[in-house]
């Protein structure tokens, strides 16, 4: 929810010049991305369904050459959400990292 907004005051939008919105989107896709709920859905979104050929903003220009409606072999969709995949491990380890270093340093007697 926060995404857009900070995308918003980080990155204008200049009315005459398209390519500023384009960049606040990428901004706001990129904020959106650190929250483990935004990771996991677009990971399950490439699972669950083999037609998602991106995860983001992606241009007509782009898909020149792609059969449209053919659906992702297995092993394309798990090379298209290792980012998410690895972001989620991160966060694991990270978390309980802290947790542990917190825990350690707590004094506690019996």
């Given at each position: 929810?926060?995404?857009?907004?900070?995308?918003?005051?980080?990155?204008?939008?200049?009315?005459?010049?398209?390519?500023?919105?384009?960049?606040?989107?990428?901004?706001?896709?990129?904020?959106?991305?650190?929250?483990?709920?935004?990771?996991?859905g677009?990971?399950?979104?490439?699972?669950?369904?083999?037609?998602?050929?991106?995860?983001?903003?992606?241009?007509?220009?782009?898909?020149?050459?792609?059969?449209?409606?053919?659906?992702?072999?297995?092993?394309?969709?798990?090379?298209?959400i290792?980012?998410?995949?690895?972001?989620?491990?991160?966060?694991?380890?990270?978390?309980?990292?802290?947790?542990?270093?917190?825990?350690?340093?707590?004094?506690?007697?019996?």
């Amino acid at each position: 929810m926060i995404g857009p907004l900070v995308a918003g005051t980080i990155a204008p939008v200049d009315p005459f010049d398209p390519t500023t919105a384009v960049h606040q989107a990428e901004i706001a896709h990129a904020i959106a991305r650190l929250s483990p709920n935004t990771l996991f859905g677009e990971a399950t979104l490439a699972l669950l369904n083999p037609s998602t050929r991106a995860l983001g903003l992606i241009f007509v220009s782009q898909l020149q050459g792609a059969l449209l409606g053919a659906p992702l072999p297995f092993d394309q969709s798990i090379l298209l959400i290792w980012p998410q995949f690895s972001g989620l491990i991160a966060a694991m380890l990270l978390v309980y990292t802290i947790a542990y270093v917190v825990f350690q340093r707590q004094e506690i007697r019996a």
